[in-house]
């Protein structure tokens, strides 16, 4: 027998439509799904009641917080999260980044609300279950089980405002798939850093990078509150000339600068040696960040700055492609 936890925070998965839209429920319609299967145990507790677009870092820290106390304390052989899917994928990274994985942590969501047609709720719930209680989801670090496809959280990202297949880890692809009766992994994950934080630090900041943008908005970030800039730049990781005095200005304010891709697909690359290209913006000091999103390198660079670490320790921590 496993006994599972579900936490729920709230989301689609929780809420119900009515005359085409979408509301919260006081009363989560999970809590009333059955689910039957005579090996699991499910324990069902309420932590948050929030549409995802409310979640912020410190509730993500609360989420964390009580995930590392049930496993510490053995409460349970698996753990489930429901979870809004507009944020899903951030506060799944930031679970990854935070807790040692040794037993399986999974979220999940929906697309479609409790009461609406094809609703995908229970069924993706479902899923996550089963998916927590199998021995193999362990060492995985934090998966998200969506439409039948086990990802990352590392890589997934949300693709489609509302199709039901809508997660996706580019690049890379899922780890495992829900069959009709078994859970199949055919990828492992590389090894994980572990940065137990247990308080944020504010100031780490996303900027999305597109032809003709001002130099003024560089210029407004340099800033004592500003601690780290997360950009996702052009192609393999470029700029257009104009910011590059600006963020040469930041990062010699000591402010740490990390280039990701704005392409859905591929890593960020230093290839062009040209003022603004990504040989250029490296040698200034720019750090590299290989095959995260912009949320989730913004996310890791600040996990990085409440856990303390100096700018030579951020830059390698933000470099290295599989932590
Ligand atoms: N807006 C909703 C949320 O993130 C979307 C969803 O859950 O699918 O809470």
């Known amino acids: 027998m496993k006994k599972i936890l579900a936490l729920h925070t709230g989301g689609t998965i929780s809420m119900s439509a009515s005359n085409d839209t979408v509301k919260t429920n006081e009363q989560n319609p999970l809590l009333d799904s059955q689910f039957i299967n005579e090996n699991i145990d499910l324990v069902n507790e309420v932590i948050l009641n929030k549409p995802s677009e409310h979640i912020t870092p410190d509730d993500m820290l609360i989420i964390k917080k009580r995930v590392k106390k049930a496993i510490d304390e053995k409460e349970c052989d698996g753990i489930v999260?429901?979870?809004?899917?507009?944020?899903?994928?951030?506060?799944?990274?930031?679970?990854?980044?935070?807790?040692?994985?040794?037993?399986?942590?999974?979220?999940?969501?929906?697309?479609?609300?409790?009461?609406?047609?094809?609703?995908?709720?229970?069924?993706?719930?479902?899923?996550?279950?089963?998916?927590?209680?199998?021995?193999?989801?362990?060492?995985?670090?934090?998966?998200?089980?969506?439409?039948?496809?086990?990802?990352?959280?590392?890589?997934?990202?949300?693709?489609?405002?509302?199709?039901?297949?809508?997660?996706?880890?580019?690049?890379?692809?899922?780890l495992g798939i829900v069959y009709k009766r078994d859970i199949r992994f055919f990828q492992a994950l590389i090894n994980q850093h572990v940065c137990d934080i247990d308080h944020l630090e504010k100031g780490v900041y996303l900027i999305k990078a597109y032809a003709g943008i001002p130099k003024e908005i560089f210029e407004i970030m340099n800033r004592p509150e500003t601690k780290g800039i997360v950009i996702e730049g052009l192609g393999a990781g470029n700029l257009p000339v104009e910011v590059v005095e600006p963020i040469q200005a930041l990062i010699d304010n000591d402010i740490t600068v990390v280039m990701v891709s704005r392409c859905y697909n591929g890593l960020a690359e230093p290839i062009y040696d040209y003022a603004g290209g990504g040989i250029d913006l490296e040698r200034m000091g720019v750090v590299f960040c290989q095959g995260l999103n912009g949320q989730k390198a913004r996310l890791k660079l600040q996990v990085a700055v409440s856990g303390g670490m100096n700018s030579k320790d951020i830059a390698k921590y933000m470099r290295d492609a599989v932590s």
């Not at 979870?83 to 930031?94: N, Q, W």
């Not at 040794?102 to 929906?110: E, H, R, S, Y």
């Open 81 to 174: 999260i429901t979870h809004g899917t507009d944020t899903l994928e951030e506060t799944a990274y930031f679970l990854d980044l935070t807790i040692e994985n040794t037993i399986p942590v999974v979220l999940t969501g929906a697309m479609r609300s409790s009461n609406e047609l094809g609703s995908d709720g229970v069924y993706n719930f479902q899923s996550a279950i089963l998916t927590a209680a199998s021995d193999e989801a362990s060492g995985k670090g934090v998966l998200v089980v969506m439409n039948d496809e086990i990802h990352t959280a590392r890589f997934v990202t949300k693709t489609h405002t509302t199709n039901v297949n809508t997660f996706r880890t580019p690049t890379f692809g899922p």
